[in-house]
């Protein structure tokens, strides 16, 4: 059953069989032969054919959504067996919301791939809401997110403190500034990130602890196309100081000198609560700890 499924969820996402049979390295006969039993077992087409596309109808769509967690638990289940007689390896998979996931999972990936050669990683970027319903359903092995956020089947844990700051272009009016009021920001054009974005949530944070209002506002799913705007100018934002590094390195944002700011925020390590862990899972999430807690020595 398991390879059907596998088979199954392929085509779902290749859209083609034939696409499909390469990828899975088995001919397109064979491929059509297990969809065709997968179909015949749970009693009903799942996908609709023409000689233009191959997509799921109604029923395809509940079998798609169960057979990719049942793979998920699968392959884990298959790792945690591994485990018991191996050293940590076998595949990873983690997901994180985009400004851990763009500016500090890198580095952190690096150093685990020098010191465990074993461990295939794979990496999923979405917002703080993606990345909890992807562990939710067995598809990640680990998340990382900024934000809170209550769910009863995930278990939550902070290892790291961020701080967030108002970003401008240096040729901004406020930029020369030594000192700003909050109450100033309200009439700027905000550049704001996607609803369910962890960057996001403190920013509505922000304006509801200081009663800010802004009439002007830009909505943007994206880090860096945000940053690319600011510098423009065309308009003010809040981000992580990881996502500013190099840009105030270059001198093409500046952050803006307010008695409340910065903001701070934590980064929290998700994982499905009631699952056993694999050991490249426990290595990861240990790495992750350790070097956050050198980082705070080295800030004290």
Do not use: C
């Amino acid at each position: 059953m398991d390879q059907q499924l596998l088979v199954f969820v392929t085509v779902s996402e290749k859209g083609n069989f034939s696409r499909a049979a390469e990828e899975l390295h088995m001919t397109q006969p064979a491929v059509s032969q297990y969809i065709q039993t997968l179909e015949r077992t749970i009693g009903t087409k799942l996908l609709e054919r023409t000689n233009k596309y191959v997509r799921l109808n109604k029923a395809g769509e509940i079998v798609y959504h169960h057979a990719k967690e049942i793979l998920g638990l699968y392959t884990r289940m298959q790792s945690l067996v591994d485990d018991l007689t191996n050293h940590a390896s076998g595949n990873l998979s983690i997901g994180a919301s985009y400004t851990f996931g763009e500016y500090v999972l890198p580095h952190i990936i690096a150093y685990l791939r020098e010191h465990y050669p074993l461990i295939n990683p794979a990496i999923s970027i979405g917002n703080t809401k993606e990345i909890e319903t992807l562990v939710a359903n067995h598809q990640l092995d680990v998340g990382i997110v900024e934000g809170t956020f209550k769910h009863e089947k995930l278990d939550m844990e902070p290892f790291s403190e961020d701080l967030m700051f108002v970003v401008v272009s240096p040729n901004h009016h406020l930029a020369r500034k030594r000192e700003i009021n909050m109450s100033e920001l309200e009439s700027e054009t905000w550049i704001v990130r996607e609803e369910g974005s962890g960057t996001r949530e403190s920013t509505d944070e922000m304006f509801q602890k200081f009663g800010l209002s802004p009439k002007k506002r830009m909505e943007f799913g994206s880090t860096q196309i945000i940053k690319e705007s600011v510098e423009a100018g065309l308009g003010i934002t809040l981000l992580s100081q990881w996502a500013i590094r190099k840009e105030l390195t270059m001198h093409s944002l500046t952050t803006l000198k307010i008695k409340e700011l910065p903001l701070k925020r934590k980064f929290s390590i998700v994982t499905k609560g009631d699952q056993f862990q694999t050991k490249a899972t426990e290595v990861f999430i240990r790495l992750l700890k350790e070097k956050f807690s050198n980082l705070r020595k080295l800030d004290k």
